[in-house]
């Protein structure tokens, strides 16, 4: 029991401690509406539901976000998906880019995207299989003939 109160206290204070840890939130790039994503609705709707925390300067902030470690993990996860990919500073990529960004969403949206981690507090960002085909399908319909198969 005594033990357990000790490591509960230590417990508690390092959760408290840690809180002083400042993190830089990361600052969006710069956009203008122009430069979003243009895509038929159903599929912005999805991007939007599944993608747009991590790949968009329009990331929601819940409450537990700003709380450390959950905010660290938080941070990277935007901090690194927004560089690799941003939809909302989607028109101002070079056209190389977008082919291999549309590549890239055709390899990870069977499994890697969105993370499991992600999904698993944020359920309604799970896609169905027959929503991840829509969004594949659309990828694939940008990709160039001479860069098939994909
Ligand atoms: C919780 C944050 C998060 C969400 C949500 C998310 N991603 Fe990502 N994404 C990342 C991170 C972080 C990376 C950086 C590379 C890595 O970690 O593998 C990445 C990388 C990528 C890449 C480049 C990887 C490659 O191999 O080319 C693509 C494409 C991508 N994401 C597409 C998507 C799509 C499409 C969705 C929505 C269906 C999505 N992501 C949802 C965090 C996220």
Not at 124 to 135: C, D, F, G, V, Y
Request: one cysteine or more; glycine letters at 4%.
């Amino acid at each position: 029991m005594k033990t357990l109160k000790i490591f509960l206290g230590w417990l508690i204070g390092g959760l408290l401690v840690i809180q002083l840890i400042r993190i830089d939130v990361p600052e969006p790039p710069k956009a203008d509406p122009q430069d979003e994503i243009k895509a038929p609705g159903e599929i912005t709707a999805l991007l939007k539901r599944s993608c747009y925390d991590c790949h968009s300067n329009h990331t929601r902030w819940p409450w537990y976000s700003h709380v450390a470690p959950v905010s660290w993990e938080v941070n990277s996860h935007v901090k690194n998906g927004r560089n690799w990919l941003n939809f909302s500073i989607w028109n101002r990529y070079s056209e190389e880019k977008k082919q291999k960004l549309y590549k890239g969403i055709v390899k990870s949206i069977d499994w890697k995207m969105p993370p499991a981690d992600y999904m698993w507090i944020h359920k309604n960002a799970r896609l169905s299989p027959e929503e991840r085909q829509k969004i594949k399908a659309w990828a694939q319909s940008h990709i160039r003939e001479e860069e098939k198969p994909y």
